[in-house]
C-alpha cells in the first residue's frame, strides 16, 4: 500500500508529459509566426481545429483511409495558409502589430462558422490504427493515443529543429527573425520566407488536428486547445522552439498533477486554470519567458 501513491504520481507524470508533448506541437505554429513576423496568431486553435475537420470530412465523406486524409489535411492547411498570407496578410505588412492581431482574431471566428457550415456542429472522429486498450509499461497505465500523439509530436519537434539550426532555409528564416532590414540587405526574399513561416505552421496546425482530434473528437471546442497552448508559449518564450518544447511539458505535468491531486478535493475544473495562474506568476517575475529572448529598447 506504501506504493500506491508512488505509482499514482508516477502515472500523473507520464500522462503529462505526453499530453505536454501534444501541446508543445501545436505551440510550435505560434512560435513559428511570431519569430517570422513579430504577430501572434490568434486564430492558430481554429487552425487545429479546420484541419481536424478536414481530416475528419475526408474519412467519413469521402471514405479515404486515414493516411490520406492525414495527408490531405496537411496539404489543404498549406495551401490554405499560403492563400492566407498572400490575400490576407501581406497586405498589412508595415501596419502596426496590432492589425495583424485583428486580422488573426476575426479569422478564428470565420472559420469557426465556416467549419460548423461545411461540416455540421456535431462531434466527428478521426479513426486513427490505435487501440484502446491501456500500454502497461511496468507501474504506469498509459492511453495508446496519447503514446502516438506523443511520438509523432516529438519526432517533428525534432525534424524541425534540425530545419531550423542545419538547413539552409532554416538559417534564412532564422536571419529574417533576427532582423528583417540585415535579412533584405542580404539578399534574402523576406516576403517569402514570411509565406514559408505561415506554411509551416499550416502542417503544424494540420498535425495537431489530426493528434487531438483522434484524442477529444472533432467539433469547434477543439479550437480551445490553442487557448491551453498560450501558458505554453509564455512559459517557454514566444520566439524559442525550445522553450515551447520545454513549456508544454512543464503545463502537461502541472495539469495531470492538478487533475490528479486538487479536482478531487474541490470537485473538478483546477486543470483548467491553474496553467493560467503559472503563465501570470512567470510574467510577473519573467515576461519574456524562460527561454525568450530579452529584448533591450533605447528611450
Same mark, same amino acid.
Given at each position: 500500500?506504501?506504493?500506491?501513491?508512488?505509482?499514482?504520481?508516477?502515472?500523473?507524470?507520464?500522462?503529462?508529459?505526453?499530453?505536454?508533448?501534444?501541446?508543445?506541437?501545436?505551440?510550435?505554429?505560434?512560435?513559428?509566426?511570431?519569430?517570422?513576423?513579430?504577430?501572434?496568431?490568434?486564430?492558430?486553435?481554429?487552425?487545429?481545429?479546420?484541419?481536424?475537420?478536414?481530416?475528419?470530412?475526408?474519412?467519413?465523406?469521402?471514405?479515404?483511409?486515414?493516411?490520406?486524409?492525414?495527408?490531405?489535411?496537411?496539404?489543404?492547411?498549406?495551401?490554405?495558409?499560403? =492563400?492566407? #498570407?498572400? @490575400?490576407? &496578410?501581406? %497586405? /498589412?505588412?508595415?501596419? *502596426? !502589430?496590432?492589425? $495583424?492581431?485583428?486580422?488573426?482574431l476575426g479569422l478564428g471566428f470565420v472559420l469557426r462558422g465556416v467549419a460548423t457550415l461545411a461540416f455540421g456542429g456535431g462531434t466527428q472522429t478521426?479513426?486513427?490504427?490505435? =487501440?484502446? #486498450?491501456? @500500454?502497461? &509499461?511496468? %507501474? /504506469?497505465?498509459?492511453? *495508446? !493515443?496519447?503514446? $502516438?500523439?506523443?511520438?509523432?509530436?516529438?519526432?517533428?519537434?525534432?525534424?524541425?529543429?534540425?530545419?531550423?539550426?542545419?538547413?539552409?532555409?532554416?538559417?534564412?528564416?532564422?536571419?529574417?527573425?533576427?532582423?528583417?532590414?540585415?535579412?533584405?540587405?542580404?539578399?534574402?526574399?523576406?516576403?517569402?520566407?514570411?509565406?514559408?513561416?505561415?506554411?509551416?505552421?499550416?502542417?503544424?496546425?494540420?498535425?495537431?488536428?489530426?493528434?487531438?482530434?483522434?484524442?477529444?473528437?472533432?467539433?469547434?471546442?477543439?479550437?480551445?486547445?490553442?487557448?491551453?497552448?498560450?501558458?505554453?508559449?509564455?512559459?517557454?518564450g514566444l520566439d524559442s522552439i525550445l522553450g515551447a518544447v520545454v513549456g508544454g511539458l512543464i503545463v502537461g505535468v502541472v495539469e495531470s498533477l492538478s487533475a490528479g491531486f486538487l479536482d478531487p478535493l474541490v470537485?473538478?475544473?483546477?486543470?483548467?486554470?491553474?496553467?493560467?495562474?503559472?503563465?501570470?506568476?512567470?510574467?510577473?517575475?519573467?515576461?519574456?519567458?524562460?527561454?525568450?529572448?530579452?529584448?533591450?529598447?533605447?528611450?
Open positions: 500500500m506504501l506504493d500506491l501513491p508512488w505509482r499514482f504520481i508516477a502515472i500523473l507524470l507520464a500522462n503529462g508529459l505526453l499530453v505536454g508533448s501534444m501541446y508543445a506541437l501545436v505551440a510550435l505554429g505560434f512560435v513559428l509566426i511570431y519569430k517570422a513576423t513579430d504577430a501572434i496568431n490568434f486564430a492558430q486553435g481554429e487552425f487545429v481545429m479546420f484541419a481536424g475537420f478536414l481530416a475528419a470530412g475526408a474519412t467519413h465523406l469521402a471514405g479515404f483511409p486515414w493516411w490520406i486524409s492525414a495527408l490531405l489535411a496537411v496539404l489543404g492547411m498549406v495551401v490554405f495558409a499560403f =492563400g492566407l #498570407e498572400r @490575400v490576407v &496578410l501581406r %497586405p /498589412l505588412l508595415g501596419r *502596426p !502589430i496590432i492589425a $495583424v492581431i485583428m486580422a488573426t478521426i479513426p486513427l490504427p490505435v =487501440g484502446d #486498450e491501456p @500500454v502497461l &509499461l511496468g %507501474p /504506469l497505465i498509459l492511453p *495508446p !493515443i496519447q503514446l $502516438v500523439g506523443a511520438g509523432v509530436s516529438l519526432a517533428f519537434l525534432c525534424g524541425f529543429g534540425w530545419f531550423f539550426l542545419k538547413s539552409r532555409i532554416g538559417v534564412a528564416m532564422r536571419a529574417v527573425a533576427d532582423s528583417q532590414q540585415v535579412a533584405m540587405a542580404m539578399g534574402i526574399n523576406v516576403r517569402r520566407y514570411f509565406a514559408l513561416a505561415w506554411a509551416l505552421a499550416g502542417v503544424v496546425s494540420a498535425l495537431g488536428g489530426v493528434l487531438w482530434g483522434a484524442m477529444l473528437g472533432v467539433d469547434n471546442q477543439l479550437a480551445l486547445v490553442g487557448l491551453k497552448v498560450f501558458p505554453v508559449m509564455i512559459l517557454g470537485g473538478g475544473g483546477t486543470k483548467d486554470f491553474i496553467p493560467y495562474l503559472l503563465m501570470i506568476a512567470v510574467l510577473m517575475v519573467r515576461p519574456e519567458g524562460i527561454f525568450g529572448r530579452r529584448r533591450i529598447e533605447r528611450v
